[in-house]
């Protein structure tokens, strides 16, 4: 069994910042990609950032220059930091990642519970 468990969410206005963790544990052999996602009332769940293990990333346009992903391996932790955060940022805010299992080969993707982030204006 995998689990992803994410931290840090909560209430911030406008401007402020916060950081929110996933720590992923149980039978893991290795982790490809992390990222986070993030869903609205009445829209769709959406891809916020991405990182390889190699540390490659990658954003959406609406929080380019204001979201930083990061990742420590050692720990199979997947952060973001959100800063000059905006009203339309609220949402709740999943952790993904691509795990392979120990004793397999193929890879599976897993979900965090979800942690809510509510920007006041």
């Known amino acids: 069994q995998v689990q992803l468990v994410e931290s840090g969410g909560g209430l911030v206005q406008a401007g402020g910042s916060l950081r929110v963790s996933c720590a992923a544990s149980?039978?893991?052999?290795?982790?490809?990609?992390m990222g986070w996602y993030r869903q609205a009332p009445g829209k769709q769940r959406e891809l916020v950032a991405a990182i390889t293990s190699g540390g490659i990333t990658d954003y959406a346009d609406s929080v380019k220059g204001r979201f930083t992903i990061s990742r420590d391996n050692a720990k199979n932790t997947v952060y973001l930091q959100m800063n000059s955060l905006k009203p339309e940022d609220t949402a709740a805010y999943y952790c993904?990642?691509?795990?392979?299992?120990?004793?397999?080969?193929?890879?599976?993707?897993?979900w965090g519970q979800g942690t809510q982030v509510t920007v006041s204006s």
């Open positions: 149980g039978s893991i052999s290795s982790i490809n990609s």
């Open positions: 993904n990642a691509g795990v392979v299992r120990l004793g397999s080969w193929k890879e599976y993707a897993y």
